[in-house]
């Protein structure tokens, strides 16, 4: 699949395959509940949409879910989001917001790369992206 932006008649297009598309993206929310494109309300929603025309659609991964402490990249579940949309759509074109937060790991190795603030204790952030 291959995306361009082209100017014609003066506009910028939105072209994928060479074929001028509506820039209208369906985002799923990052919230448990909603965020992943296989399960049952987010893939109706999906098809909802794709029923409507729309066939750019988006989807949310976090960091921490493809790379462990051992530092080795495991897309499976971000391959899953992907195929869970083109089960909908199948001529979906579909992007991937990765959130890339500091992994909880990673900050407790370097502390020193943290940000901090002079007056206020550290708070420690609640995964709830998992």
């Known amino acids: 699949m291959a995306s361009t932006i082209e100017n014609r008649d003066g506009r910028p297009r939105l072209m994928i395959n060479g074929v001028e598309e509506a820039p209208l993206i369906y985002g799923l929310t990052d919230s448990p509940g909603s965020r992943w494109t296989w399960e049952e309300m987010p893939a109706r929603n999906i098809a909802v949409f794709a029923s409507n025309g729309v066939k750019l659609f988006l989807a949310d991964i976090w960091f921490e879910q493809m790379i462990g402490e051992d ?7 971000a391959r899953k ?12 074109a579909v992007m991937l917001r990765v959130h890339v937060n500091a992994l909880q790991w990673w ?7 943290m940000v901090g603030y002079a007056d206020v204790e550290l708070e420690q952030e609640q995964p709830w992206s998992l």
Do not use: F, H, K, Y
């Open 71 to 77: 530092d080795q990249l495991d897309i499976t579940l």
């Open 81 to 92: 989001q992907v195929a869970g949309v083109l089960e909908q759509c199948p001529d979906a």
């Open 107 to 113: 900050l407790d190795r370097n502390p020193s790369e």
